[in-house]
């Protein structure tokens, strides 16, 4: 039970209780159940207090001194904790959720089963810890130290342990599903019957780790992921099911095969461009490629770099089994396409200037401009879509061409303004028809709107699908 002294000390503030602390160093404290949300105790000495099933949530307790207290079942929600001393501490269950915990020490502290889900966990010391059956969901853990630490059925799925040291550390039965595991250090880990799928571990040291019964579905790793005396005798390349233990998900593997197997699991892509290159062009291309094809999903851009000459080097790094002539005959082609691109929205923004201007004779010209190269971009994709893509290209097509038809009657013999005006009409005909104005925007998305004006076959379809595209 909480003694009425304790709490009066507390109200006089954080010096006047560090004061009494200090001059009464043995005395045992009991806050147990205490609510103290939101209270300011920054650089507060509760070392040793049993705080168990106490509100916290939304303290500053920043550079506070708590190593060796009972925080079991404690509320630390959303608590500023940056630089706190929990060493040692008793931290069963507490709820850490949101809370800030940058550069803490909570080294050789017991934090069975507590909850971290979206915590701030950067650069904290969480070495010789126990955090068994611990939600560290969706933290961010850079730089984070889990040396020694025993992550035994810890959930880290989706968080950010970018340069984390977890050396010797305990992942066995751990979820990593979709973390960042880049350029960290797992020297020597258990991680017996983990859960890798999705993982990213670019860079990332795995000397001397044990993977036996892991899953590593979708896991992503590069030429410099160090995989040397790997122990493995199995793992999982698909949906994992350890009860019925199917066959067809497990690849099993001698003495040092792991090792073999996955080191030559990438090559590189040199890309050089002599004159100059695009980089908001490729890039786009590149993520096009990956978006429209499943199997380059593991493509990675390993290095940008200029060469003595003054040319352009992309490297980029691509699965062993794939077709390295095919990939950069596609990229180079995506590229070239995404330049012309960027082209016609340029000349889009001139229209734009011109549409303020209300030069119509100027507009015309600068719409045909940027349909022939839209003609010109064409063939870069007149192969790459599936049927049942081309089938709805066909029909929004059709149904374009049909309000253009309808809308205008004697097109030979109309002005250039009477040509805007049949423009603007099917464009708000489009706008109300809200079936096809999803299937163009879906064609838009795909990169696919060049194929599209070529299959309308009307002289304004090309310009009115150019500034549909622009607005959208």
């Given amino acids: 039970m909480v ?9 006089r503030g954080v010096t006047n209780w560090n004061n009494w602390r200090e001059q009464n160093p043995d005395l045992e404290i009991d806050l147990i159940g205490v609510d103290l949300s939101e209270a300011n105790l920054t650089k507060i000495d509760l070392s040793g207090v049993d705080l168990s099933e106490a509100n916290l ?37 507490v709820d850490f959720s949101c809370a800030n915990l ?17 915590a701030d966990l950067n650069k904290a010391d969480l070495s010789f810890a126990n955090l068994t059956e611990a939600d560290l969901t969706e933290t961010d853990s850079i730089e984070a130290k889990f040396s020694f630490a025993d992550l035994s059925e810890a959930n880290l799925s989706g968080a950010n342990l970018n340069k984390s ?11 990593l599903d979709g973390a960042n595991l880049n350029e960290a250090n797992f020297n020597f ?16 040291n795995f000397t001397g780790a044990t993977f036996t019964g892991a899953c590593l579905t979708n896991w992503k790793i590069n030429a410099q992921t160090l995989l040397d005396e790997v122990i493995c005798n199995y793992i999982y390349l698909h949906s994992k099911d350890r009860e019925q233990n199917l066959k067809e998900t497990r690849q099993n593997f001698a003495p040092g095969e792991f090792t073999k197997v996955f080191q030559k699991t990438r090559e590189t892509i ?52 794939c077709n390295l002539n095919k990939i950069e005959s596609a990229l180079w082609q995506k590229y070239k396409r995404q330049v012309e691109v960027n082209k016609k929205q340029q000349l889009s923004q001139n229209l734009a200037k011109e549409l303020e201007e209300k030069d119509s004779d100027r507009l015309i010209k600068i719409l045909e401009k940027i349909v022939s190269i839209d003609e ?33 009657d004697n097109l030979s013999t109309s002005t250039r303004v009477k040509k805007l005006g049949v423009v603007n009409k099917a464009a708000e005909q489009i706008e109300k028809n809200i079936e096809l104005k999803k299937k163009i925007a879906h064609i838009f998305s795909l990169g696919a709107s060049q194929i599209l004006k070529n299959k309308i076959s009307h002289p304004l379809g090309k310009i009115l699908l150019t500034i549909m595209e622009e607005e959208w």
Avoid: C, M, W
């Avoid at 880990?189 to 990332?204: D, R």
């Fill in 57 to 93: 949530s939304g303290a500053n307790l920043s550079e506070a001194n708590l190593s060796g207290a009972d925080l079991s079942n404690t509320n630390l929600s959303f608590a500023n904790l940056t630089l706190a001393n929990l060493s040692f501490a008793y931290l069963s269950s």
């Fill in 165 to 175: 040291n977890f050396r010797e550390a305990v992942l066995s039965k751990a979820i």
């Fill in 189 to 204: 880990v258990n991680l017996t019957e983990a859960n890798l799928t999705n993982t990213e571990a670019l860079f990332t």
């Fill in 270 to 321: 040199k890309l050089i461009f002599r004159d100059k290159i695009d980089i908001p062009a490729f890039i786009a291309a590149f993520k096009q490629l990956k978006l429209e094809h499943t199997e380059y999903s593991q493509l990675f851009i390993q290095a940008l770099e200029t060469e003595l000459d003054g040319a352009f080097v992309v490297r980029i790094e691509v699965p062993f089994e």
């Fill in 102 to 118: 940058t550069e803490a020490d909570l080294s050789g502290a017991y934090l069975n089963q507590a909850n971290f889900s979206f």
């Fill in 376 to 408: 010109r971009g064409n063939r870069f994709y007149d192969k790459e879509y599936s049927s049942e893509i081309k089938q709805n290209i066909a029909e929004a097509a059709g149904e374009i061409r049909g309000i253009l038809q309808e809308l205008d």
């Fill in 3 to 11: 003694e009425q002294q304790h709490l009066t000390l507390l109200d």
